[in-house]
Structure formats: structure tokens, C-alpha cells
């Protein structure tokens, strides 16, 4: 009971305060249900019944149609601002430094700061993009998120099959 009492706070957090103290109540609630009646019945009725089939599938198309397009989005920011600051870098070792060299000495108190403030804007999105789409760069998480788009890798089913082994 305990285990279902943290998955639902956990859930609930996204409202913190109450939310937590609802999820975390309803989870205890589910818990103890699930330990009376027994996970495997529970599991083995929602089998029969095709509610698990109609969950399973409920939830691979939210995730196909609203999850994994963001991942995909971000993904592709992200090797776009690589692509802009390999291009910035290129164009400031070949174009700018050497410009810079040259009237250094006069425009220093100006160009100086400009540069920084412009390579701190593209660290600050570069970092943005980084932290967004840091999960996309797991091959583990492509190699399930691939797993589940081709029905191999059954999330919901695979949970339902965890009620019936018990955990």
C-alpha cells in the first residue's frame, strides 16, 4: 500500500500541496484495494474485459501523438543551435578574430563585451536546448521510445502483465 500511496503523491505533485496530498491518498486508497481483492484477479479481469487492451492502446497513441513529437521537436532545435554555434565559431576563428587583431587595439573597450554578450546568448539557448533534449540523446530511451512505436515494447501491457506477476 505503501509503494501505490508514493506513486500517486508523486503523480499529485504536479499540484503541489493538495494535489500531493490527494494523489498520495488515492494511492493508498488503490494500494489497499489491490491488496485485498489481489493484483493478479484485478489484472486477469482487465485482460478479459479488454479494458487493459483499450488503456494500452489509449496510451501508446497519447504518447505517439502528443509526447513524441515534443521530444522530436526539441531534438531537432537542439542539433540546429549545434549546427548555428559550430557556424559562429567558424565564422569568428576565420572572419572575426582576425578583423579584431587588427583594430583591437582601437575598438577593444567596445567589440570585447559585444563578443561576450553574443557567445553568452548562444551558450544560454545552446545550454536551454541542451537540458530540454538531454533525453533524446540516450540511445536506451530511442531504442524504447522506437520499441514502442512498433508495438514491440507494450508499455501499458507491459504493466498490466507486472499486476499479474505481482511485481
Do not use: H
Amino acid at each position: 500500500m505503501g509503494k501505490w500511496a508514493l506513486i500517486g503523491a508523486t503523480i499529485g505533485s504536479i499540484v503541489p500541496g493538495i494535489g500531493t496530498l490527494a494523489g498520495g491518498l488515492l494511492g493508498a486508497a488503490l494500494g489497499a484495494i489491490m491488496g485485498f481483492i489481489g493484483g493478479e484477479k484485478i489484472a486477469n479481469f482487465m485482460e478479459k474485459s479488454g479494458i487493459g487492451r483499450f488503456f494500452s492502446s489509449l496510451g501508446n497513441m497519447l504518447y505517439v501523438t502528443c509526447i513524441k513529437p515534443f521530444i522530436r521537436i526539441f531534438k531537432d532545435a537542439k542539433n540546429g543551435m549545434k549546427i548555428l554555434i559550430e557556424a559562429f565559431e567558424f565564422v569568428n576563428k576565420t572572419f572575426i578574430q582576425p578583423v579584431l587583431g587588427i583594430i583591437k587595439t582601437t575598438l577593444a573597450p567596445i567589440l570585447d563585451p559585444l563578443e561576450k554578450k553574443l557567445k553568452q546568448f548562444l551558450d544560454f539557448f545552446s545550454n536551454i536546448f541542451d537540458w530540454i533534449s538531454k533525453v533524446s540523446d540516450d540511445s536506451d530511451m530511442d531504442k524504447m521510445v522506437d520499441d514502442i512505436l512498433s508495438n514491440q515494447g507494450d508499455v501499458f501491457g507491459n504493466i498490466m502483465k507486472s499486476f499479474q506477476q505481482g511485481f
